[in-house]
């Protein structure tokens, strides 16, 4: 069986959103190998299954190279996951379209999880200009959008902004699946967090994307997740109502 890249694909039956190809191989990497660990089954194991080398199914599972579509189904059907399929055979589509040889970094993980998903919980405490490159705003303004949640730190809304800055925060305060709130100087040290971070609630399961200086780190165990959206929800009750964040935010 032929296990990595090398042959024509057909296409996805299932429907869903163009990624960048590089994305869609973080994406597709992430999946497997959280159902693996779900399934406590080892790359060696899975590889044996397929008839390829340990080496040679630990560089799919990183994007370096990528599986085909019969040993994704076989690999599916072994971790009895056979009903994320479609989606992860979108994901293999977009991935082999690509002609990207781009580097697969953390970064890219949380655009992929983002298209889809069905609910974004985002603490800015440094983008706020950068919220809404072109990734997102497809995902924010297109068809079966997610709901955002953004809680935007204080300062960030009394800095002083640039034109371009100021058209951005307009478009997404004029999207109906958008609720804005600031979170205002001067919290409670409890709620002081090092960084900002991003709650993604998709097909998969909850994914929390910490955000650090040079890379991003991923956390999906239940314990992980509740303790990031037990901070969520602690800094939302304490920010400003949406309608004086929007006011706030109107006057950047």
Sequence with gaps: MRGVEGGPVVAASAVGPVLDGTVARRVLG???TRLLADRAVTHGEMAERLGVSRASFTQAVSGKTL?????LEVALAHLGAVEVLPRLLHLLRMARRSSSRRAVGDRE??????????RIELYDVARFGGLVG???????????APELVWLVEEHLANRRQSTSVREQVRRVLGL???????VPVGLAPELALSGGFEIVHGPAGVVVCEEARSTNHYHDSGAAVAEFRQAFTALRMAAYPPEQSRVLLADT
């Design 134 to 144: 072109d990734e997102r705003w497809r995902v924010l303004a297109g068809e079966g």
């Design 30 to 32: 992430y999946e497997l």
């Design 109 to 118: 993980l949380v655009t992929g999880l983002e298209a889809f998903a069905s």
């Design 67 to 71: 599986l085909s579509r019969a040993s």
């Design 176 to 182: 109906a699946n958008v609720t804005v709130q600031v």
